[in-house]
């Protein structure tokens, strides 16, 4: 199963074509938008959040809300398109009036991809390295984890640092702080740490900077064996990590203890195997649902760190890509903080991920056919974990 995306920030819309999804499999449109929505929500985001509100629509691969394994098109329209068409127009020329972009933002695409492409308007950088791609993503993850929950597995995150101000929240008790988590601005189980972290956003916004913090996921009732060992490019923590760092801004990405597991003996790292009432089992799960780049049953439980948002509005120092000339970044409408937001994208890239492998192992070209695999093979790891 794959997927390809396309589509400008403010060219007329995000488009995406999956394919390889099995015929049969229940789709509403209105999941999906509830998913867009949670991406557009949470304290922070900038003025573009009201001009768009984003409504899927699928143009083939579904009848009657049923996929029928063709290629599923999925498109979303930029509403803000109306006050761009003129500048963004796929044909006729460059309108006399308009400035070009050439105060290339550090931290953002505009220098790298300008070098890349030799643009001569940055604007050409910007207009897809914008994460108003991520909609898209959600879109499609979003196929993916519907598929994914047909089979009881779930998605959660939260939010558990802005800036300075971490959450005190236990990772597996997400599911009972679901409600907790929507309902807040900052996605944060934690009301108190909420709280300041929708202050210190306001005080970014006022000194004119911007904040980012790290999210944690939590992916339940995942079948053991998704993904493998024997080659490197089959490893599941290799192909999650991949999906998530490729999020816009996520600069690091742990699994189970991730990074503090450097500083522990093994005694302390790694969950022990026993037999108990529930046949073989793990009293901990400090891996994070994966042991040898393989799904072992547990939780998948990962977190990754969101760097400030590269859009200053008290603008970094640049150089003029056109004249050579010191300068100041160029600014765009922007978010000052948009760490709610990428948790959503990074479930959605999580559950494409996890569908993926999921497909991979259980492949069928009809729901039916999938059901089937799936129930044999957990009859199959029952036996070897309930063996008496
Ligand atoms: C949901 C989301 C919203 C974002 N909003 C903005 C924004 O409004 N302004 C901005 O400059 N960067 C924003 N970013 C981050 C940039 O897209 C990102 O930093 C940039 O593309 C450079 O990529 P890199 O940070 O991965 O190197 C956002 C990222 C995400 C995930």
Not at 143 to 154: A, D, K
Not at 307 to 314: H, R
Not at 317 to 334: I, K, Q
Request: glycine fraction near 10%; charged fraction near 25%.
């Amino acid at each position: 199963m794959r997927y390809l995306s396309a589509g400008e920030s403010h060219g007329p819309c995000l488009t995406a074509i999956i394919e390889g999804l099995p015929a049969g499999l229940r789709l509403f449109t209105e999941d999906i938008n509830r998913q867009l929505e949670r991406r557009q929500g949470g304290y922070g985001r900038g003025a573009r959040m009201s001009i768009e509100k984003d409504r899927v629509e699928v143009l083939s691969g579904l009848r009657f809300n049923e996929t029928i394994g063709s290629p599923l098109t999925l498109q979303i329209k930029n509403r803000d398109w109306d006050n761009w068409q003129e500048l963004m127009s796929p044909e006729g020329s460059e309108p006399s009036t308009y400035n070009k972009v050439t105060r290339p933002r550090p931290g953002h695409a505009d220098l790298a991809a300008g070098l890349k492409y030799n643009y001569a308007d940055l604007r050409l950088a910007l207009e897809r390295s914008s994460a108003r791609e991520t909609a898209i993503r959600v879109a499609v993850g979003t196929v993916g984890r519907i598929l994914l929950e047909h089979f009881g597995i779930r998605f959660y995150s939260h939010v558990i640092r802005i800036g300075d101000q971490t959450a005190e929240i236990e990772t597996l008790h997400l599911p009972e702080l679901f409600e907790i988590v929507e309902s807040s601005p900052v996605r944060c189980a934690d009301a108190t740490a909420a709280k300041k972290m929708v202050a210190a956003i306001k005080q970014a916004e006022t000194d004119g900077d911007t904040l980012g913090g790290v999210i944690e996921l939590l992916i339940t009732a995942v079948p053991p064996g998704l993904g493998s060992h024997v080659h490197w490019d089959r490893r599941f923590d290799g192909l999650l990590a991949g999906a998530i760092m490729a999020v816009p801004a996520i600069k690091g990405v742990e699994i189970g203890l991730g990074f503090s597991a450097a500083t522990r003996p093994g005694s302390e790292v790694h969950d022990p195997i026993v037999r108990n009432a529930r046949g073989i089992d793990r009293p901990s799960n400090k891996a994070g649902g994966l042991e040898g780049g393989i799904t072992n049953g547990q939780p998948l439980v990962i977190r990754a760190a969101m760097k400030p948002i590269p859009t200053l509005m008290s603008a970094l120092p640049s150089v003029d890509w056109e004249t050579g000339a010191a300068s100041t970044a160029v600014l765009e409408r922007s978010d000052v903080c948009a760490v709610p937001a990428a948790a959503v994208v990074l479930e959605a890239v999580a559950a494409w991920t996890l569908a993926v492998a999921f497909m991979e192992k259980f492949a069928g070209d009809s729901m039916e056919e999938l059901d089937a695999a799936y129930h044999y093979y957990l009859e199959q790891t029952s036996g070897h974990l309930n063996k008496s």
